[in-house]
T-cell receptor, first 114, second 114 residues
Framework: AQSVTQLGSHVSVSEGALVLLRCNYSSSVPPYLFWYVQYPNQGLQLLLKYTSAATLVKGINGFEAEFKKSETSFHLTKPSAHMSDAAEYFCAVSALSGANNLFFGTGTRLTVIP | EPEVTQTPSHQVTQMGQEVILRCVPISNHLYFYWYRQILGQKVEFLVSFYNNEISEKSEIFDDQFSVERPDGSNFTLKIRSTKLEDSAMYFC????????????FGQGTRLTVV
């Protein structure tokens, strides 16, 4: 079974500050890991994905995430927050089994303070 | 750029009525999914569909729910007799072939049961 845990339902950062959104996963098989972003009243947009290649994954809008097997983590970071980064961020896991369903975390709402 | 399209964007229905939520997945995709997001909560997996049949479903997806791919382009979710607790945002997603491909999500249908 696969699952993810996102620590912190709300994170606030100042504009220009580091963004760190935490995600830990649980999987009985090597996982594929994803970060999706949801802007208000919109659907889910893929930020980046880890699929067992490089452990440091770069995504859109300056975000990146590092897969750490020893820590079962896949934290999302961005060096400098921008006002447009304010959104809900979801970590998700799937495995190479069946239909590769995605299982989402509870989400972290990022607020950027000017 | 190809996208997943969902209609309607907002549906209001009376408790006990049947609703059909419609989705047009990306044309060359083979895996189709429905997820729901109750207001303020995480995105939950409902069902996955491949090769004209359900491949996996969650415990949420009970006998009140059904999915269908009536033609080569549409993918529908039917709720037979809606309950107040069915009020949520429903997301359709599709995925292409390949174990590492990501799912693309539609903008969602907000279902309000009154």
């Amino acid at each position: 079974a696969q699952s993810v845990t996102q620590l912190g339902s709300h994170v606030s950062v100042s504009e220009g500050a580091l963004v760190l959104l935490r995600c830990n996963y649980s999987s009985s098989v090597p996982p594929y890991l994803f970060w999706y972003v949801q802007y208000p009243n919109q659907g889910l947009q893929l930020l980046l994905k880890y699929t067992s290649a490089a452990t440091l994954v770069k995504g859109i809008n300056g975000f990146e995430a590092e897969f750490k097997k020893s820590e079962t983590s896949f934290h999302l970071t961005k060096p400098s927050a921008h006002m447009s980064d304010a959104a809900e961020y979801f970590c998700a896991v799937s495995a190479l089994s069946g239909a590769n369903n995605l299982f989402f975390g509870t989400g972290t709402r990022l607020t950027v303070i000017p | 750029e190809p996208e997943v399209t969902q209609t309607p964007s907002h549906q209001v229905t009376q408790m006990g009525q049947e609703v059909i939520l419609r989705c047009v997945p990306i044309s060359n995709h083979l895996y189709f999914y429905w997820y729901r997001q109750i207001l303020g909560q995480k995105v939950e997996f409902l069902v996955s569909f491949y090769n004209n049949e359900i491949s996996e479903k969650s415990e949420i997806f009970d006998d009140q729910f059904s999915v269908e791919r009536p033609d080569g382009s549409n993918f529908t979710l039917k709720i037979r007799s809606t309950k107040l607790e069915d009020s949520a945002m429903y997301f359709c997603a599709s995925r292409g072939v390949g174990e590492a491909t990501e799912a693309f999500f539609g903008q969602g249908t907000r279902l309000t049961v009154v």
